[in-house]
């Protein structure tokens, strides 16, 4: 199972961006995939989570500002960010459980300047 992130950036606040992840290894269609977000010195978090039929969840400090998707075909899960405000600076993490296994994506770093 291989999951391929990319989208980093430097961002203003109020600013968006768009982070993609390409899974491999898996049914994907079948399977939860989510995005955390590890900032400095602190635990990683939930950012959203969204379900093999499209169900979605987020995590209170982004709901209304992000929004996560899939495409089934591509077999991608993208998260888009928007009204991005310094807090949301961390290191972003795709992530599948499968398996019986957490798989995780390289970190992709988003950085939201004041």
């Known amino acids: 199972v291989q999951l391929q992130a990319s989208g980093r950036g430097l961002v203003q606040t109020g600013g968006s961006l768009r982070l993609s992840c390409a899974a491999s290894?898996?049914?994907?269609?079948?399977?939860?995939m989510k995005w955390y977000r590890q900032a400095h010195g602190k635990q990683r978090e939930l950012v959203a989570g969204?379900?093999?039929?499209?169900?979605?969840n987020y995590v209170d400090s982004v709901k209304g500002r992000f929004t996560i998707s899939r495409d089934n075909v591509r077999r991608t899960v993208s998260l888009q960010m928007n009204s991005l405000e310094p807090e949301d600076t961390a290191a972003y993490y795709c992530n599948v459980e499968a398996y019986q296994w957490n798989y995780w994506g390289q970190g992709t770093q988003v950085t939201v300047s004041s």
């Open positions: 969204i379900t093999g039929d499209g169900n979605t």
């Open positions: 290894g898996i049914n994907f269609r079948i399977y939860t």
